[in-house]
Nanobody
Framework: QVRLVESGGGLVQAGGSLRLSCVAS????????VAWFRQAPGKEREFVAS????????VYADSVKGRFTISRDNAKNTVYLQMNSLKPEDTAVYYC?????????????????WGQGTQVTVSS
């Protein structure tokens, strides 16, 4: 069992930055692929970014490419989402998700473990 806890959300003005953290506990985190998703009120959950369990390519949704960066520190059991140049349309609850050695992508969003989410609000 893996428990994921997100933090770092908050209220920020358009153009600002936030860094979200996803801390995992319970298993060897370095064996888990991790992704960030978001869900805005009244909208479907959407894929944001993902990172593999080992060295490999990170993937981003087109809407965040060039503004968001996903990274991981396995020594701290943590995956980060650095969000720059935030826009009001980035407002959503952000969730992290993890799979044991199975990459998560926009076309394959199945994940075994999910966090509780952290609210990000971007004001115009």
């Amino acid at each position: 069992q893996v428990r994921l806890v997100e933090s770092g959300g908050g209220l920020v003005q358009a153009g600002g930055s936030l860094r979200l953290s996803c801390v995992a506990s319970g298993r060897t985190f370095s064996n888990y692929a991790v992704a960030w998703f978001r869900q805005a009120p009244g909208k479907e959950r959407e894929f944001v970014a993902s990172i593999p369990w080992s060295a490999g390519t990170t993937v981003y949704a087109d809407s965040v490419k060039g503004r968001f960066t996903i990274s991981r520190d396995n020594a701290k059991n943590t995956v980060y989402l650095q969000m720059n140049s935030l826009k009001p349309e980035d407002t959503a609850v952000y969730y992290c998700a993890a799979n044991f050695r199975r990459f998560i992508s926009a076309s394959d969003t199945a994940a075994n473990y999910w966090g509780q989410g952290t609210q990000v609000t971007v004001s115009s």
